[in-house]
Nanobody, 117 residues
Framework: QVQLVESGGGLVQAGGSLRLSCAAS????????MGWYRQAPGKQRDLVAA???????NYADSVKGRFTISRDNAKNTMYLQMNSLKPEDTGLYLC???????????WGKGTLVTVSS
């Protein structure tokens, strides 16, 4: 089992930066795909960025060039560096650990990011 705890959210002005962290428990952290998702009020949960166990990454078009996802398997932690934040980046940011080939996934409870204009 994997337990995930997000941190680093907060209130920031447009153009500012935040760094989110997702700390995981469990010895199988390193073999899963990790992802950051955003859920804005009244909207569906959307993928922001993902990183495989080997370090391959993909990003939503809306955050390319502004956000960077990374992971430190030795620390069981994933990060999301968010720069040039926009009001539309506002939402609850959740991390997910998954092994899609066997249908296993775990979610954190999220950390709230609010970007003011």
């Amino acid at each position: 089992q994997v337990q995930l705890v997000e941190s680093g959210g907060g209130l920031v002005q447009a153009g500012g930066s935040l760094r989110l962290s997702c700390a995981a428990s469990g010895s199988i952290f390193s073999i899963g795909v990790m992802g950051w998702y955003r859920q804005a009020p009244g909207k569906q949960r959307d993928l922001v960025a993902a990183i495989t166990s080997g370090g391959s990454t993909n990003y939503a078009d809306s955050v390319k060039g502004r956000f960077t996802i990374s992971r430190d398997n030795a620390k069981n932690t994933m990060y999301l560096q968010m720069n040039s934040l926009k009001p539309e980046d506002t939402g609850l940011y959740l991390c997910k650990w998954s092994r899609p080939n066997i249908g296993m996934e775990y979610w954190g409870k999220g950390t709230l990011v609010t970007v003011s204009s």
